[in-house]
């Protein structure tokens, strides 16, 4: 089912998730939903709090438009080593019609569970690295404009305003 996708300023997109105590068939429907949401909106992730579930539990595809899908479901996930440094253009499906770039690491190292209850142990870099880095955040309450200095910060929340008002 496609769910609702919060977007800025909505509370409980800086509210901090909770760990999932035990997968079960619930959580396999919630990663369902969000899987078909991330991919009925076009975009490479998607965290639980953005549907208003706030729960440790992000879904991520970047394979390109011709390639198979490839889901990447991660349950509790944790940055677990991180390394060098990058600075490339990020957008948020909670956050439309605006990008920034960010820095970010170029390489992490992430753990988490699978559907299945099987830990799993991810090595990222380029735009996966970026996405588990923003899909985590997004588990923490922070969005990318958080990581913007404090007048770039202050300019983006002008501009989306003025873009909000005018619909």
């Known amino acids: 089912m496609i769910r609702t996708i919060l977007t ?3 509370p409980v997109l800086k509210k901090k998730s909770t760990p999932v105590p035990v997968i079960n068939d619930r959580i396999r429907e919630l990663v369902r939903d969000m899987a078909e949401t ?3 909106a076009q975009g490479v992730g998607l965290a639980a709090p953005q549907i208003g579930v706030s729960q440790r539990v992000i879904v991520i595809d970047v394979s390109q438009k011709d390639e198979k899908p490839e889901l990447i ?3 509790n996930p944790v940055i677990v080593h991180s ?3 990058s600075f ?3 957008g948020c499906l909670s956050i439309p019609k605006y990008a920034a770039n960010v820095h970010r690491h170029e390489r992490v190292v992430v753990r988490g569970l699978n559907l299945d209850g099987t830990e799993l142990t991810y090595h990222a ?3 996966l690295a970026i996405a588990f880095q923003h899909e ?3 588990l923490d309450g922070i969005l990318f404009v958080d990581h913007l200095s404090p007048l770039k910060r202050e300019m983006f929340r002008k ?3 003025r873009a909000v008002e005018e619909g």
Do not use: A, F, N, Q
Request: proline share 4%.
């Open 8 to 10: 800025y300023p909505d």
């Open 136 to 138: 985590i955040d997004h």
């Open 38 to 40: 991330m991919y009925d």
């Open 73 to 75: 479901v991660c349950i």
């Open 88 to 90: 490339e253009e990020e």
């Open 83 to 85: 390394e060098g440094e």
């Open 159 to 161: 501009k989306y305003r």
């Open 125 to 127: 870099e380029g735009l």
